[in-house]
Structure formats: C-alpha cells, structure tokens
C-alpha cells in the first residue's frame, strides 16, 4: 500500500503547485475546459501524454487505451469509450487537433504479434486485433527480420491505420476537409528519448525536435 502513500503526497505537491501558485489557473478551469488537442494515448504507465508533452491541466483532452487505437466506424461498439471521447471532443470542445501518440515496447502491439504467432485467445486480443491491418503492411519483417524491428514498425504502422479509422467517421472527415482539424500520428522513443512524427510528403517518421 506504500504507493497509495505515494499517490496521496503527490496530490498536496498538486495542490502547492497549482491551487497555492497558479489560482488564476484553476479558477478559469472551474468554469470549463477550452483543450485545442485531443490526445488518443496508451495505457502504458511509462508513456503518459500530459507528462511526455509537458502539459499543465487544460491543455489536452485524452483518451487512453491498449495500445492507443481508434476503432473504425464499422468496428465500433455502440458503447465505445474512445468514439465518445472523439466525439464530445470534436463535436462539443472545438478541438482542432487529434493526435495519436504511441511509443515503442507496447505491449499491446508485442500481444499482437503474439496473436499472430500463436492464436493465442484472450480479452485483449479482441481489442488489440483492430490493429490487425498493420501486419499486412510489415509482413516481410515479420518472416525475416529480427522481432524487435518487426514490433517497431507495426507499432508505427498501427498509428496511421488509426488515422485512416479517424477519417471513417464522417463528422472528422468533414472538418478535416474543412482544415478545420487536423490529424497527426506521433511516436515516442523510449529507448532514445525522442518524439517522431508521421510526414506524409516522405512517408516515414522523423524527430519532431532535431538536437544540435
């Protein structure tokens, strides 16, 4: 129980650093939010977005989940948290940017490639098989290259599949059009410490801030 602890302390350095230093803050957000982005974000513990992207409270809206998926229109429950996180977002919140944002080692995306393998049959794997277009696309690293560069780039992958499902919903498709919205598939590197984004005039993933 010591990080209930933890957790606990955290929240009066929450308090000291936002209800005592930054009222003016708080006191605009009591009466609503205003986010311009929308962040659909993994689970994960190690990649959280407000804190890889140094943001204060009020400057995103997010929708976490395994493996940070946007579900197709036609692949979507009835009652499906990310399609009405999306809507109340764009609909309601006047968002103007939706960013996918993954990371590398997923364990939502290492599940499945495990799926792949072994037909392994589970409560995520459901889920997770809604990224199950990405491995059409890395099929050749999957047969002969080395697992971890396989798992990379279907992690990769996965976040522009995710962009393509965004644009089945007509209500994004439209402001889309509009360039009233705009979509961006970003990763984040664990291992180096860096944040990719998806250019589609090269095709590929490159560092969105370049290191002298």
């Known amino acids: ?9 955290g929240f009066r350095g929450f308090q000291d650093s936002y209800f005592t230093s930054e009222k003016s803050l708080y006191s605009s957000l009591r009466e609503g939010q205003n986010p311009k982005a929308l962040v659909v974000a993994c689970s994960d513990s190690r990649a959280d977005p407000a804190l890889v992207l140094g943001c204060k409270p009020g400057d995103i809206f997010v929708v976490r989940n395994v493996a940070n998926l946007v579900p197709h229109r036609e692949d979507a429950a009835e009652a499906d948290a990310v399609t009405a ?12 940017h939706v960013i996918v944002l993954g990371h590398s080692g997923c364990g939502g995306i290492a599940a499945l490639l ?11 794997s459901p889920w997770i098989s809604l990224a199950g277009r990405a491995l059409g696309r890395i099929r050749p690293l999957l047969e002969a290259g080395p697992e971890s560069s396989a798992r990379r780039a279907c992690e990769q992958v996965s976040l522009l599949v995710s962009l393509r499902n965004l644009l ?4 994004i498709a439209q402001k889309v059009g509009r360039q009233e919205l705009a979509l961006h598939a970003w990763y984040f590197d664990l291992e180096q410490g860096e944040l990719l984004g998806y250019f589609p005039a090269s095709g590929g993933f490159e560092p969105l801030i370049v290191r002298p």
């Open 168 to 171: 089945s919903y007509p209500w």
């Open 114 to 124: 495990a799926h792949e393998k072994e037909e392994t049959r589970d409560l995520i």
């Open 1 to 9: 129980m010591h990080c209930l602890k933890d957790f606990i302390a």
């Open 85 to 96: 996180a999306l809507a109340y977002g764009v609909m309601h919140l006047g968002i103007e």
